[in-house]
């Protein structure tokens, strides 16, 4: 490993002595290119390595010097021990056979988008720091809006508008720190005690954080328990239920999040009839699309998005399926004003004319911290490198695969579909003795879960719904081609049979 604790390692002159330039052109052009070559040379050979990481815990500390070194060392020596050191100890998202979690999707014009956008490193708080930086955001997020045939109740072009966020975790404590905050105008701070906020049990675990990081009382968090009868999703007529319930004890309705594709098995919450419910309390309602949302700008997926005229806000994420690298989650709301009020900081050292005025959007007050990347780059780059056209086309090659496997499932007496596939997602387990126990059978798919994943060629995850364990099948990295699903359903076959003949160890 090349470093200066080693006394058989040569410097140049130039690394040692001299005046230090941090940013000089013509080096960064030779690293750059550099590295564009290994960044490329790894995508190329990616199928090469264990999707899932086979490092113990503790491994890298072990390589790497205990302090951090006092004098420069050469960029090849760095690169090669990325090679040696880091690749190893990486979970290859990227790789054509992970289908765990839901993807990171990624492209060429979006690395090029985050190359630029690292190039100006602008630090975009308001209008001022950067027009161009606030200015293409709400563009893009216009363009977006328009993709997915929103409202113009959600558009800068018509009475919302949208922000580009790191994660779904931001988007849904922005929205809910607003609607905390328009509720307390009329209940006062101590109020607080008595809000309370509804989801599903399939709802993402990072919704009861936001919450209680919004300061409601964990006392106040309604999780309401879905059943396989209606594929997991949200019952309009239980939340009813809850809700009155609630509202009879002395507490008030405050934040609905409803889901357009679950984490667990893509359920669905019927998000029309959600908002009958939630107009009826005055319940802010979000929308969480993360991974569905982005299936909707395909015409043949956009009426999982009816009824998104009634609700308050929206947050889907590009990095999930749009291409766009992590992190970027867009967030939509009808009320702009509300979220601008909540989250507002005005320091005098930030005072301008524009901003007084109120003529410009400063999207520190649309977000929880202050400064802000130029993410909008990447969207810009994507759309205009590939055009509707081509970004539909990828997600329906995805669900394609997606069915495809699902095909494979289905033709097999000895495995069985948990949930019905609705975007790029099955829902499956390994179920040979039909009338067998249900321990043991949820034993008998840990068991081909691990003997699949340690085996590197590829990597799947598993959830529980209905208290029925299943594994779930993710179709939709970047590099992912039909021959990739061929190969994973051969795998999981095969280590199925091999798991029947020694099932005597199991019992």
């Known amino acids: 490993m090349g470093s200066l604790h080693e006394n058989n390692v040569s410097f140049s002159p130039s690394l040692l002595v001299g005046e230090f330039k941090p940013l000089d052109h013509e080096e960064f052009r030779r690293q750059a290119h550099q590295m564009v070559d290994f960044i490329a040379d790894y995508y190329k050979n990616i199928e090469n390595y264990p999707v899932l990481s086979q490092v113990e815990p503790g491994y890298l500390r072990n390589r790497l010097p205990d302090t951090a070194p006092y004098l420069p060392e050469p960029f090849e020596n760095i690169l090669r021990d ?4 880091i690749i190893p100890g990486m ?3 990227l790789s054509p056979n992970f289908f765990a979690f839901f993807p990171a999707t990624v492209s060429s014009a979006a690395f090029v988008g985050e190359m630029l956008c690292t190039c100006f490193n602008a630090v975009g708080f308001n209008w001022l720091a950067s027009p161009a930086a606030t200015e293409l955001e709400m563009v893009v997020m216009d363009w977006l809006a328009q993709l997915l045939n929103l409202p113009k109740s959600f558009m800068f072009s018509g ?6 966020q790191g994660t779904t975790s931001e988007s849904i404590i922005c929205a809910l720190i607003a609607a905390r905050d328009r509720a307390l105008e009329s209940l006062g701070a101590g109020g607080i005690s008595k809000l309370a906020v509804y989801c599903s049990d399939q709802t993402h675990s990072t919704y009861s954080k936001a919450c209680k990081l919004a300061g409601i009382f964990p006392c106040n968090i309604r999780i309401i328990p879905t059943t396989a009868d209606n594929n997991f999703a949200l ?21 609905l999040c409803a889901t357009v594709g679950t984490t667990s098995t893509t359920a669905i919450d019927p998000v029309s009839q959600l908002a009958e419910v939630a107009d009826r309390y005055k319940i802010w309602l979000h929308v969480d699309a993360a991974y569905g949302g982005s299936a909707c700008i395909c015409p043949e997926f956009r009426h999982y998005l009816d009824g998104v005229e ?3 806000s929206l947050s889907l994420s590009p990095h999930k399926w749009l291409l766009s690298y992590l992190d ?7 009320q702009p004003n509300l979220l601008v009020k909540a989250l507002n900081t005005n320091p005098e050292y930030l005072r301008n004319k524009r901003s007084e005025l109120g003529s410009v959007v400063d999207y520190k007050d649309w977000q929880i911290g202050t400064g802000r990347r130029f993410k909008a780059l990447r969207l810009w780059f994507v759309m205009r490198s590939y055009g509707v056209a081509n970004l539909q086309s990828h997600i329906r090659s995805d669900v394609r695969m997606a069915k495809m496997f699902e095909g494979f499932v289905k033709s097999d007496p000895w495995f069985e579909i948990v949930v019905p596939r609705t975007f790029s997602l099955v829902c499956f387990r390994f179920n040979p003795y039909k009338d067998s126990d249900p321990t043991y059978i949820e034993l008998l798919n840990k068991k081909l879960l691990d003997s699949v994943n340690s085996t590197g060629r590829l990597y799947m995850t598993h959830t529980v719904a209905g208290e029925v364990y299943m594994l779930r099948f993710a179709v939709g990295t970047t590099l992912t081609e039909d021959r990739h699903v061929y190969a994973a359903w051969k795998l999981i076959k095969e280590s199925a049979e091999a798991l029947l003949k020694r099932s005597y160890y199991i019992v």
């Open 82 to 85: 990325v090679q040696e050191d």
């Open 91 to 93: 979970t290859h998202w």
């Open 159 to 164: 009475s919302g508008g949208g922000v580009i």
């Open 235 to 255: 019952s309009p007529i239980v939340l009813r239920r809850v809700i009155e319930a609630d509202v009879a004890s002395g507490l008030v309705p405050l934040f």
């Open 310 to 312: 009634r609700v308050d």
């Open 328 to 334: 970027c989650c867009c967030l939509w709301v009808k």
